[in-house]
């Protein structure tokens, strides 16, 4: 129950401040004991994918319970892709050799029995113009000119392309990019995948809907304003039922309760409760309902 279609494992455990590290063995376990159907963790750099596999890895190696440990190598999946970072969009083609380079590695793993080695989806991959040079993504204004900028869309649409040659899902990212990355969408001819995160209104939604993208919420909606609610109620009932996707982006966005903690894919059972309320349903309806979005989306057969 309350699958997580995007988090960043090795970010939630090892990466942060020491002093908000948390056990990956906990949440892994916490995970299993609640019937997790399915947890996605995602890629942001071109080298991260055999990285991120042994980090989880580890993490299932010191899960004391082997019978929950079987249960997280069953239901932890992969993606790999490139996140629009300065340093990657100026390197793109070699970044996109790479990033090709590790996916046919962990597909040569010969431990591959053992987890779901095999991507099942390409990114996060995407555009973002928020600028906040203090935040954690550091994104300065200064740093595109319009050499960038199209460099930046070109880095995405050769993932789009690799993601149609291999006929996988894409995560997208899209952050203040919404014309741009249609633009991206419509030059690459081609329509599967996510737009993670959602953060456009309803009538942007529609236009990715049209498409045949699905629209996945974070724990983001539940820190809306009661003079936005209306709008995120229109939105949040707009994406049909077999649209609908919900996640963490963990460790970022802990939804309320926890806002303003580190996140973990455990808590992504409050945007759970927060969408079905709005939705007219319940939590545990929902959960179904995005558990077979899931196994469509990714081809699954479990």
């Not at 456009?200 to 498409?211: D, I, M, S, T, V």
Request: hydrophobic share 35%.
């Amino acid at each position: 129950m309350y699958s997580d279609t995007h988090f960043h494992f090795e970010h939630t455990t090892i990466r942060d401040n020491k002093e908000n590290t948390v056990n990956g063995a906990e949440i892994l376990t916490a995970m299993a004991k609640r019937k997790c159907y399915f947890g996605l963790d995602i890629g942001t750099e071109s080298d991260d994918l055999l990285m991120r596999q042994a980090c989880i890895d580890t993490a299932i190696a010191q899960m004391k319970d082997t019978i929950l440990a079987d249960k997280v190598r069953k239901f932890i999946y992969f993606s790999a892709g490139i996140w629009p970072s300065v340093e990657e969009i100026k390197d793109r083609f070699n970044s996109m050799k790479t990033l090709k380079e590790q996916i046919a590695k962990a597909e040569a793993d010969n431990d591959n029995e053992t987890l779901n080695r095999k991507i099942i989806a390409i990114g996060e991959c995407g555009l973002d113009h928020h600028w906040n040079p203090g935040g954690v993504d550091g994104r300065c204004e200064s740093d595109f000119d319009q050499q960038m900028f199209l460099a930046e869309k070109e880095l995405f649409e050769l993932q789009l392309e690799y993601a149609k040659e291999l006929n996988l899902p894409v995560i997208i990212h899209s952050r203040d990019a919404f014309e741009d990355t249609l633009d991206c969408i419509k030059n690459a001819g081609y329509d599967n995948g996510i737009i993670h995160c959602y953060s456009y209104g309803a009538e942007e939604a529609k236009a990715f809907l049209e498409r045949g993208w699905y629209i996945s919420f974070s724990g983001g909606v539940t820190y809306t304003k009661k003079s936005k609610m209306e709008g995120m109620k229109e939105l949040l009932t707009l994406v049909p039922e077999d649209r609908i996707l919900c996640e963490t982006d963990s460790p970022y966005l802990a939804p309320v309760p926890l806002r303003g903690t580190l996140n973990t894919p455990v808590n992504v059972e409050h945007t759970y409760k927060f969408i079905a309320e709005i939705r007219g349903t319940t939590p545990e309806q929902l959960s179904n309902t995005v558990d077979e979005n899931i196994k469509k989306l990714f081809n699954l057969t479990v």
